[in-house]
């Protein structure tokens, strides 16, 4: 019987291929089960039939593509971790309060060539921040801007092979089946042509397609991770008697100036202009990782303590805690909480979800559900985390910026880049060598290197792969090649294009763009050679098709992510994503034929 069966298997094996992927595509559109998973149970389920080897399902281990990509997220990581993009996002952010209007149009730029470079996931989530910030300077909603700044990423990354993941598989699946090896820059023209389309119709969409609600109707998801803080000016510091506007850390664009103490009055208007004077307390609202940040820095001390505690910095331990809503001290003043007396720690900031405490640190009424971040020795800290009013002690998440690294992150990118655009190195093996260097160098530290990674994407890419060679060791290619050329032989080179755009781009808004470019990649090359034709402009058309999803807000991750920030709902990019891609579409397809 079981050799009966196997019998069936060999003989019927294209069929069977088919069979599993049509139920893997059910699988990715209904998502009951993530994406991964159900890569996975295809794998599975060809090995289980015995029409993927083991040998075969291993040698997918030896593709460089996925770990390329892997480096790429750590490199990315490192620009993150040393503050890069942030510095970046101030200096706009700056020049926003005299030119605003300007400011919006070099922040797209900027993120369009960010995005050529760099993996577009921790782009857009510095970015959006910094998009609500422009969009409450411009007195617009942040749905006008938040669409765009994802469609932009998107476009930015398919102007180079390292752009995205995507590109990189597809330049990887394509080489494996014999085309030349794709370049940094051999796609840059379509994508610079595509670029220029995109915002073309992108200043279309936004004024008609775009939703326009009050600025106070989008829930600032990322408040929550805003703490309230004071640093005090030190004396004999180089603080001393700058201009406040002109102080580095309250330039920055996750730093917002809340006000200036001097003495008993706290000033909220007029502060920039002021000339700061020792034990000056500047109040911040700033993010977790500025907040850690500003302890390295020797001409102010931050946030509250009761008394003369000096605090060695090099001894001290850091831990967030949230109060319980049965801690004694809610409704009064934060320095009147009990801890703050009984032990030698500081509170370096407290945090309430979607708003401010206030007026000022040791002012700030303490309500349930706070978060507040202390440092002290660490046999003190043990302390609370015995305290029954304190919920869910523990080491904080955040770490610093390491800023004086930035030069050595930004040096690595542009060797790997430099590297591969002049055939000196492949460049997986110089992204590794980059990833050696950022991590020897401390620009990032192992585990944030690691944490960097997106491991989904990694396996699905594995198990996507798998699928693959299983589909053509089976015949199923071939299988869909022989039944497809027929109707083929008479179709114009720029109709083979866009047949392959079209359905590319079809499946990519259903199912997971690197699925689509591992699947699609080996029949367009399979096609082109049935038919006789080059197979690089189909490749290439794969290549922008499965990055090129405008149209759902699940077809892409920084879709996703702007999604939840600016409470879209499904149907707003529907509006703005069919004409985008529409549009994106034609003009590259037209563009690969004339280019490639």
């Known amino acids: 019987m079981i050799a009966g069966a196997q019998d069936f298997i060999q003989q019927h094996q294209a069929v069977i291929g088919l069979v599993v992927l049509g139920v893997m595509f059910v699988g990715f559109v209904m998502e009951r089960f993530p994406a991964t998973v159900v890569a996975i149970l295809g794998t599975c389920t060809f090995l289980f039939l015995g029409i993927l080897s083991g040998r075969d399902f291993f040698s997918v281990f030896s593709n460089s593509a996925p770990v390329t990509i892997g480096a790429m997220f750590i490199l990315s990581g490192a620009l993150l971790r040393t503050g890069t993009l942030d510095a970046i996002a101030s200096r706009i952010i700056e020049r926003a309060k005299q030119r605003p209007r300007l400011a919006l149009a070099e922040m797209f730029f900027g993120v369009y060539v960010a ?52 590109n990189l598989l597809v330049a990887a699946v394509a080489e494996d089946s014999g085309l030349d090896r794709f370049g940094i820059f051999t796609i840059t023209p379509v994508g610079l042509v595509a670029g220029v389309a995109g915002i073309f119709a992108l200043l279309f969409i936004a ?37 406040i506007g002109d102080v580095p850390f309250a330039k920055r664009a996750n ?13 909220r208007t007029g502060v920039a202009e002021e000339r700061l004077e020792a034990n000056d307390r500047l109040v911040l609202r700033l993010e977790l990782a500025e907040l850690l940040s500003l302890r390295a820095n020797k001409n102010v001390e931050i946030g509250l303590t009761v008394g003369d505690n000096e605090i060695d910095q090099e001894e001290e331990a850091i831990v967030e805690a949230m109060i319980a809503p049965s801690h004694p001290a809610i409704g009064r003043r934060l320095i009147e909480i009990p801890f703050l007396s009984t032990l030698r720690v500081r509170i370096l900031g407290i945090a309430r979800f979607r708003k401010t405490p206030g007026p000022d640190l040791p002012n700030a009424r303490v309500q349930a559900i ?43 990118l542009l ?59 089976s015949g199923s290619v071939a299988l869909i090649v022989t039944k497809v050329t027929p109707f083929l032989h ?107």
């Open 490 to 596: 008479d179709v114009p080179p720029w109709g083979l294009v866009l047949a392959t755009y079209v359905i590319s781009v079809l499946l990519t808004e259903i199912v997971t763009n690197n699925a689509v470019a591992i699947l699609v990649t080996p029949l367009a090359i399979a096609v082109a050679r049935d038919l006789g034709v080059d197979p690089y402009p189909l490749v290439v058309a794969v290549m922008f098709a499965a990055s090129a999803s405008f149209a759902t807000p699940i077809g892409y991750q920084t879709n996703t992510l702007v999604y939840a920030a600016g409470n879209y709902r499904f149907v707003d990019f529907l509006r703005a994503g069919i004409p985008m891609t529409i549009c994106v579409g034609a003009i590259t397809c037209v563009a690969i034929t004339l280019l490639i």
């Open 370 to 412: 706070d978060r507040v971040l202390v440092t002290g020795p660490a046999n003190q800290i043990e302390q609370m985390y015995g305290n029954p009013h304190l919920y869910g002690v523990g080491t904080t998440s955040g770490r610093e910026f390491r800023r004086s690294k930035a030069p050595i992150a930004i040096g690595a």
């Open 115 to 166: 995005s050529a470079f760099l993996n577009n996931t921790p782009v857009v989530v510095v970015m959006i921040p910094i998009m609500l910030k422009l969009a409450s300077a411009l007195g617009i909603s942040a749905k006008r801007l938040l669409i765009p700044l994802s469609y932009v990423c998107i476009l930015g990354g398919t102007t180079t092979l390292i752009g995205t993941s995507t």
């Open 415 to 473: 060797g790997v880049i430099l590297l591969a655009t002049f055939n000196i190195m492949d460049i997986g093996v110089a992204a590794i060598i980059g990833v050696g260097l950022i991590l020897v160098t401390r620009c990032i530290d192992a585990d944030e290197a690691w944490d960097s990674i997106d491991g989904n994407v990694l396996v699905l890419i594995f198990a996507m792969l798998a699928v693959g060679l299983a589909l053509e060791n």
């Open 207 to 243: 004024r008609r397609f775009l939703p326009d609600d009050s600025p106070s109707q989008i829930a600032l998801s990322q408040d929550h991770r805003a703490f309230l803080s004071e640093v005090r000016i030190l004396e004999g510091g180089n603080l001393v008697g700058r201009r």
């Open 255 to 267: 730093v917002q100036l809340v006000g200036l103490k001097r003495g008993v009055t706290l000033r």
